[in-house]
């Protein structure tokens, strides 16, 4: 280290200036904390059933063609529009296993903690988007739809999106 960069974090020790990591530590902080809460939510995958809206799902990928999905769809479209598409999708391309067709739902929720973090850096500080990860990611119930082939994890990151 130069003798001037040297002076200059004395100076900042000094003044008594608060010293927050630069960008590439807060993102590997950010980065390991969501790695984390998603392993967490992961380790309900292995003993939880399908729900009946998740076999609704899976049975719509194994059984039914685009068209007839879409057909469906407008009987029962109390989802949100896309959706079903979405996850049928993901189910053919994927497998009907529980974990892997689950693990969508795990990674909106890994977006919606990026995103949440971004929101939080650019409306106040880096500092303010890590805590806001930790906050989301300890709510009981993002937990719990974090690990559901449904809807709720997609529409959580919408509305982060749209901050």
């Not at 079903?84 to 974990?99: C, I, N, S």
Request: glycine share 6%; proline share 4%; charged share 15%.
């Amino acid at each position: 280290m130069r003798g001037s960069e040297q002076m200059k974090i004395i100076q900042v020790v000094r003044s008594g200036r608060k010293i927050w990591p630069g960008k590439a530590t807060a993102y590997v902080s950010v980065a390991i904390l969501m790695m984390l809460i998603v392993s967490i939510h992961s380790f309900h995958f292995a003993g939880r059933n399908f729900r009946e809206d998740e076999i609704n799902t899976i049975h719509a990928a194994k059984v039914l063609s685009s068209s007839q999905t879409v057909q469906w769809l407008a009987v029962e479209g109390f989802h949100p529009p896309g959706w079903r598409l979405v996850a049928t999708a993901w189910v053919k391309q994927f497998g009907m296993a529980e974990p892997m067709a689950r693990y969508m739902s795990t990674l909106f929720t890994l977006l919606t903690l990026a995103v949440v973090f971004r929101l939080g850096a650019d409306l106040f500080d880096r500092q303010v988007g890590l805590i806001a990860v930790l906050i989301i990611g300890m709510l009981p119930f993002f937990h719990f739809f974090s690990h559901e082939l449904r809807p709720y994890s997609a529409l959580v990151l919408c509305v982060a999106g749209m901050q």
